[in-house]
């Protein structure tokens, strides 16, 4: 990949990281309720959520993905449910401060929050499609691929690493300037909203004919 076109592949990470969407609701959900350094290890999850999806597109998945109805219908609600059903946990979860380490053996673990990560991204179809009609445009075929593509998931997990570390350290920052049950209880109400409404998306999303 030439200099130049990881530079612009580069700034089109950084639109593709910012832009709002299910990681950056998971990213501060965690930050909310686990604060930053246990909370970044959904982060790490929605990186390695990418990277598979990289890896699908990469190896021509994705474009039956894209092509069979099917499977992209399954995927989709799939997803569209996983987002829920997170939009549901949230919004029912009980108000309580930030996590000490003293009781970290009573959150949730690092492995279920990475996995937890990996899953929001992973079975998002939209994701797919989007890496199928981006990636495409930054790819030399005349040279080999697998470089290209490693290159791709190098940038696209470096840009997010850092975005969601803003974002789980925002909402880390707001929570420990909350101390009622009543505003714990709206935050994690809206937090749930959002990934009931991100899921809906998801589901009324369809494909460019």
Known sequence: MELSTWLAFFLASWAISISPGAGAVAAMSSGLTYGFLRGYNTTLGLVLGIWLQILVVGVGLGALVAASSTAFMSIKWMGAAYLIFLGVQQWRATPKPLAQESDAGQVKTRGAMVLRGVMINAVNPKGTVFLLAVVPQFLDLSKP????????????????????AGYTALAAKVLRTLKSARHLRNMNRMFGSLFVVAGTFLAMFKRAA
Request: glycine content about 4%.
């Open 145 to 164: 691929l697998a470089p290209q593509y490693l290159v791709i998931a190098l940038t696209l997990g470096f840009t997010d690493l850092v975005v969601m």
